[in-house]
Each structure stands twice: as C-alpha cells, then as structure tokens.
C-alpha cells in the first residue's frame, strides 16, 4: 500500500514522537512540531502514537491514494478536498481509492499532520521515522518529499480495519460513489489546545533568570514578541525588547532543550523547538511549559506572543492534565467509532 | 582512590522545564569537575531510575531527562540525591586515547597563516603546538558527533572570526578562543579553520554514532596530503 507524491507543498516531511537515547551525541530528538495535533491524528485512524505522520507547512502537498485508507487531519487549516469535496479536519476520514488529497490556502495555523492508518512505513534510524533535514537522516531519504515520492504504508491496526470495513459498508448501503467518507462527530475545539486567540505562552524560570536585570525582566513579561520570518523547525526567533544580563557572564555551554528560552548577545529571545541543538553556552531567561508548544508550533512568523510566568510544579500539573485529557480522547475515539455502525 | 569531597544536596539540582533536571557537578572548569561529571554519568549508565530516559554531560553537569508520569520531579531528585550519596567518586578506567589525523594548511585549513600571524608564529609553529597538545573530549553536542576539546595551548588560542563562514567542510579541523574542535558535518561556523580530518566523526550506522564520546583523550597527528586522501576514501568506501 503506497501514496502517490504528484506535488510535494513546501515543506512536507514524516515525523513521529523523535528520537530518544542520542542527545550525548550530540543528536536532537527532532519529531513532529505539534505533538498534540499529531498525536491526535494517529488517534483517529487507530494508531499507536508512534507512527509515522505527515508534517506539512503551509502550503499542503497533492497526494494519490493507492488504496482506500483510513486518514485523518489534524493542526492547521490547509483547505484539504478530495475531488472539490472540503476534507473535515479532527475526524476520521476514509478515502478512497484513486482519490487525490489536494491542499490549498493555509487558513488558520501553520502546520497540518495527515496520519493514515498503519503509518507511514519509511525506515527507522536511530529507533525513529523523523526526517532530519540537517544530517539528512531518516523520513525519506533524509529529505522533505518531492514529486514522484512514493510512500508505502504500514498494516492498519485492527481496530483501524473494524473501523474502515464499517464505513465502507456504509458506503455500499448509501449507493452512491462516495469519495471521502467521515462520521459526524470530531474533536471539538473544547477538547484541543486554543490555537487560534492571541498566543501567550506559558513560562517557568530558568536557573538563569535571575542573572537578567529587574527590568529585562519585567519587560520579557510585559510586552509582546514578534515571531520573526527567520524561525524553522530549530528555533523561533523573537523581536522586540532588548533582554540584558545584569552583567556580562561567559557562561559555560549546558544541555538545552525543547521550549528552553535563550538570549544571544543581540538580547533578543530565541525558543528552541523541535530540531533544537542539544548543547547551548546562551543565557537561559525561561522554559516555555510543555502545554504550550503546540500553540507556538501553529505560530506563524509575524505572529505577536506574550509570555506569562507559572511555576514548575504548576506547569508540571498543566503538562499531567493535558495527558490525562490526551487519554480521555483516545478513549472517547474508541467509543465513538465502535458505536458509528449502529447508530 | 579518591574521596568524596562534593556535597550532593538539593541545592545542585535545578529544572530544565518538566521533563529534565540538570545536576551541578561544579562552577567551573576543572579536571577535578570533569572527573564528578564523568562519574556521575558512569553511574547513572549502571543504575535504574525507572523514570530515567537519557542524560548528557556537559562541561560542570549532567542533565537528566526523564517522564513526569512515571516519576514527578520532586520524587526524582529524592531517589537521585539518594542514589548520588551512595555513589562513590570513581576514578575513571584508563581513558581511551584517540589520534585524529589531520592534514593542515591550504585548501584544508585557510586560517592557519592568520592563526599563526596573530600569535607572530609561523605556520609550522602553530602545527607543532596543536598536536603536541593533549585534548578532553568534555561533552559531544551541537551538532551531531560535535567534540568540545578543552586543552588548547594559550600560545594559539585565537577569537573566532568576524563573520562566520557560510559553509565549513565537515572535517574541519577549528579553534574558537581557548576550545579547539572538529566540525562533524557540513555546517556554518565561525571558528578559525587549521585543517581537516579525513575521519569521519558522525557515524549514523554505528551503534555509538559518534567517532569521540565524553571523557576521551585526543592527539592530533599531521598527515600529507596525499595520505588524507588515501584515508579520506577508505573512510568512504566503510
């Protein structure tokens, strides 16, 4: 079972959760931007939250459906049709064969994930699927996709076959030609993260912040950010007030990660996102909490931020209840998609 | 045997956000440090912390990554602190020692005539002092593979340039102020290039993927060139 690359959008490449066991190599852990989005994409076509999806940045890719697969979109907005029929995002979605997935305009976030059940089959390296366009390691060929690309995918789990012989039943019954076929329900804006209001993004302080002076601090949490335009899967980087240290301080580099806030000599703040180095010698002014990384990842460069300070066990607690919720929706699918037959 | 003279108290241990703690091993720079950091990572290889994903030295730490679900940060630095008074300062096994062959000077090593004309050297001076020198591999990140060599010889530590090259060779053989070190993988960088290696110092289908891990020794070997291009195709054809 494979998909057909006829265009490959801007930036579309297979990531999963990422690669774990090779910081002290020097190697990021790399993985999907929006974990949540992703997360719940695998969901829905009845995969375990490893597989393989497909990331896609602004502008979405064209791709040819082989065979009838279960998928789902979850994430940004990128006006998804499959013969000019709009695909709903957050549902599962059966698309059928011969199909083609279209893209259009980016209308809300940034990134988009397409899960098909089974996942995307590329090899593992280093124990994950994500591409690594700095080394050039895993996804396909290390690269982002290209015309032509096929993408062989994995055997559905067998939940996943229950649910799409039921919709493809449906789909007999109806008699008529559908090309998508999708439940009713989704998951509702009250069970995702708010990517759509004014982003402020949730901070703890680092065992640097108080080497900043009072005043940096004060304005790092009074004014707002600009997401400028030369921000990528590594880091984000913000303009606006000038952040200083209350002295000059030749700090020692130390392992940085994911959502840690650095200042390079300019004062302006960079937050480390997923393909993030592992070591950083910068001054660290915060921690974005985990809760909040998936909103930044749907953060457009030009986009206004502020931050609002909470401590590390409440961030601790934000981050318990975000997975407890993530375990409730998983079961909700279950429930949901187990009772679409008979209703 | 050495004697554990460092104080594992709360006080070392800090977040780094809810799913790492980094342990203090010092506040600067020393062999003594260097020695409690290798330590410490030793032990953690051989204990179990259920909880426990990764760690990474660096130059005065290690930092932990762990999962919150399985254990929350305050009962982490419980059973670590308690594990960390237990631990007994090891003195490390022999380290292994590592000679990276390195042809230096022209095409493979365009800032060695300005190293050597900013210390009133000649090029030949600033070779000898290099690889007569003995190199710490203190911690690998950056970028993957990526040594940060402490031992650099004053005599040749030189600021990196003004404005960074758009694209260094991996191989590249670099000093940035007092550190001195091998760029694994093609990349920007901004240190003052010497030389180049014909090892390869990133090795994705290795089980160790790295050439040089934390806690190696490194001497630096002069080749010709024409044996950096013999080594440099046995290295491909691997």
Redo the contacts between chains.
């Keep these: 079972m494979s998909i057909e690359v006829i265009r490959p959008g801007l930036l579309s490449t297979v990531q999963d959760e990422g690669r774990?066991?090779?910081?002290?190599?020097?190697?990021h852990p790399g993985g999907v931007m929006d974990t949540f989005a992703a997360r719940a994409a695998n969901m829905l076509v009845g995969n375990s939250r490893h597989a393989a999806v497909l990331e896609m940045t602004m502008t979405g890719p064209e791709l040819r459906f082989q065979e009838s697969q279960l998928v789902s979109l979850c994430g940004a907005d990128l006006t998804a049709t499959v013969d000019h029929l709009p695909v709903p995002l957050w549902r599962p979605v059966l698309v059928r064969a011969g199909s083609v997935l279209k893209f259009g305009q980016c209308r809300h976030g940034l990134r988009g994930y397409l899960a098909i059940a089974g996942g995307i089959a590329v090899p593992e390296?280093?124990g994950s699927r994500s591409t690594d366009l700095?080394?050039g390691?895993g996804g396909v060929e290390g690269r982002a996709l290209r015309v032509g690309d096929l993408l062989s995918i994995g055997e559905p789990s067998g939940e996943a076959q229950g649910w799409m012989h039921r919709m493809e039943q449906q789909v007999k019954e109806s008699e008529r030609d559908h090309r998508i076929l999708a439940p009713a329900w989704l998951l509702s804006e009250r069970e995702r993260p708010d990517y759509y209001g004014q982003p402020v993004i949730r901070v703890?302080e680092?065992?640097d912040s108080s080497l900043f002076s009072q005043e940096s601090l004060g304005q790092f949490y009074a004014e707002k950010y600009v997401i400028s335009s030369q921000s990528d899967r590594m880091g984000y980087r913000l303009q606006g007030s000038r952040v200083e240290l209350d002295q000059p301080l030749d700090r020692?580099?130390?392992?940085?990660?994911?959502?840690?806030v650095q200042v390079p000599p300019d004062g302006q703040p960079i937050i480390l996102m997923a393909d993030h180095?592992?070591?950083g010698g910068y001054p660290v002014i915060a921690?974005?909490?985990?809760v909040d990384m998936p909103i930044l990842a749907q953060a457009r460069p030009g986009t206004r931020i502020s931050f609002k300070k909470i401590t590390?066990d409440q961030?601790?607690q934000l981050?318990?209840e975000q997975?407890i919720n993530m375990q409730l929706i998983d079961k909700l699918i279950r429930r949901r998609m187990a009772g679409m037959g008979s209703a | 045997m050495t004697k554990q003279t460092y104080a594992w108290t709360e006080e070392i241990l800090s977040p780094l956000g809810e799913t790492a703690v980094i342990i203090d091993c010092g506040d600067h720079l020393s062999e003594a440090v260097q020695r409690r950091v290798m330590s410490v990572c030793a032990f953690l290889e051989k204990s179990s912390l259920p909880a426990m994903i990764e760690w990474v030295p660096s130059y005065t730490s290690v930092t932990v990554f762990y999962d919150p679900f399985i254990s929350p940060y305050p009962e982490l630095c419980r059973i670590l602190l308690q594990q960390l008074n237990q631990m007994k300062e090891s003195v490390q096994d022999k380290p292994r020692t590592v000679t990276i062959p390195v042809c230096y000077g022209g095409e493979w090593g365009p800032d060695l005539n300005y190293v050597a004309s900013e210390h009133g050297l000649t090029p030949e001076d600033v070779i000898a002092i290099h690889t007569s020198g003995d190199y710490l591999v203190h911690m690998i990140g950056f970028a993957p593979g990526f040594p940060y060599l402490g031992g650099l010889s004053e005599l040749i530590a030189t600021p990196r340039r003004a404005t960074p090259r758009l694209r260094v060779e991996a191989g590249t053989v670099g000093i940035g102020g007092k550190q001195t070190g091998i760029y694994p993988v093609d990349t920007p960088g901004g240190w003052q290039c010497i030389g180049q290696t014909p090892l390869r110092l990133f090795r994705p289908e290795e089980n160790v993927p790295s050439l040089l891990v934390a806690g190696d020794r490194v001497r630096f070997k002069q080749i010709t060139m024409q044996d950096y291009l013999a080594l440099k195709r046995k290295e491909g054809e691997r």
């Design positions: 774990t066991g090779y910081r002290r190599y020097g190697i390296v280093m700095k080394t390691l703890m680092s065992k020692l580099s130390e392992a940085v990660t994911y959502g840690t180095q592992t070591i921690q974005v909490a985990r590390h961030a601790g981050y318990m997975e």
